[in-house]
């Protein structure tokens, strides 16, 4: 067979992983010839593609970021741009792709197989581990890992000053990195888009903390989180071309809020892109490799419309319907009944 390969979206660790994985069992076991388009789905449309063989896969496994490129967006942005994708798959002779993605492109790689009836299967991937239907996805691992070495590091700094430090990591819909990562790195406080906050009730955890001889807390806060109604003057929103909220900021509102209540005083820290970026931890190797390795078996399977996922300890095919138009939050039980318990 003739399979076609992308990867869209954000950037994670694990994606060379998984395209390796698609390639080597693809060539030897099938006798596939592998291509893989650049940049997303603007690759396919407009022809931009690498061929792909074990030989030229080799040092890839433990590389973060995806050799092929990746973007945001989809063909249906562009007037034509399901139609330059169809004829795609019938000029370069595709008997199939597969597309490794977050819930943007999968919900895309949906679409298109719906509504055209294209061969498609889809690989789920994202730092914020936010995909309906798997229960992990590749590259939350190595983000959480990087989050919690630099909670780790921020705590002597913290205590050497008596500072709280308020620790921003991604997490635009969903508070898996900020949840496991405070947990995993002792935070005082964990602030998440699924759990609207009042500032006044850190501040008093804060309080309760320093009336303790405890000078030193670390507040971990994702992207996306939101005070209550009425505690925090609403920010400005400010859009991306795709219609997301440009995100970023709220932990310098949280910092500023918390030395004007409390008089501790506060530091911002960002880790923004380096949690996407750099060598993938040995537990997204492997899961990225048996999600890819799968994911070409699917392919001979004839399974199309379906995704990879992770259930249990099982990688299993999941309809992609499953993931459009949805985001998977943070179980509250794990937020509420053991992150909480360690609060302050």
């Avoid at 698609?22 to 596939?32: H, I, L, N, Q, S």
């Avoid at 603007?42 to 092929?68: A, N, Q």
């Avoid at 490129?69 to 792709?97: C, K, M, N």
Wanted: hydrophobic letters at 40%; charged letters at 20%.
């Amino acid at each position: 067979m003739r399979v076609g390969i992308l990867t869209g979206g954000g950037d994670c660790p694990g994606l060379n992983a998984a395209i390796r994985a698609v390639v080597r069992k693809g060539e030897v076991a099938y006798g596939d010839q592998l291509i893989g388009f650049l940049d997303a789905w603007d690759g396919v449309r407009e022809r931009r593609y690498i061929h792909l063989d074990v030989s030229s896969l080799r040092g890839m496994l433990p590389k973060g970021g995806t050799l092929l490129g990746t973007r945001r967006g989809s063909p249906y942005d562009h007037a034509d741009g399901p139609r330059q994708v169809i004829d795609a798959f019938s000029e370069l002779e595709l008997d199939a792709l597969i597309v490794i993605g977050g819930n943007g492109s999968l919900s895309v790689a949906c679409q298109l197989h719906a509504e055209f009836g294209l061969p498609i299967v889809g690989v789920p991937k994202t730092i914020d581990n936010d995909v309906v239907g798997t229960d992990v996805t590749f590259g939350f691992n190595t983000a959480v890992q990087i989050a919690t070495d630099a909670i780790d590091r921020l705590h002597t700094t913290a205590e050497s000053h008596d500072r709280v430090m308020v620790v921003e990591v991604m997490g635009r819909h969903a508070g898996w990195i900020a949840t496991h990562a405070g947990i995993a790195g002792g935070a005082t406080v964990i602030l998440i888009p699924e759990q609207p906050f009042d500032i006044d009730e850190v501040c008093s955890i804060l309080k309760q903390r320093h009336g303790r001889g405890r000078y030193a807390s670390i507040v971990v806060v994702a992207e996306g989180a939101e005070p209550a109604s009425g505690t925090l003057p609403p920010s400005e929103k400010i859009y991306d071309k795709f219609g997301h909220v440009r995100l970023g900021g709220i932990a310098e509102t949280v910092a500023h809020a918390i030395e004007a209540r409390t008089g501790f005083e506060s530091r911002v820290v960002l880790l923004g892109h380096i949690q996407r970026g750099g060598t993938p931890t040995a537990y997204d190797r492997v899961l990225s490799t048996r999600y890819g390795v799968e994911a070409i078996d699917a392919v001979h399977a004839r399974a199309w419309g379906q995704m990879t996922v992770l259930r249990g300890n099982d990688i299993v095919l999941a309809p992609l319907a499953e993931t459009v138009g949805r985001t998977r939050p943070v179980d509250l039980h794990l937020y509420r009944d053991v992150a909480s318990v360690f609060f302050g």
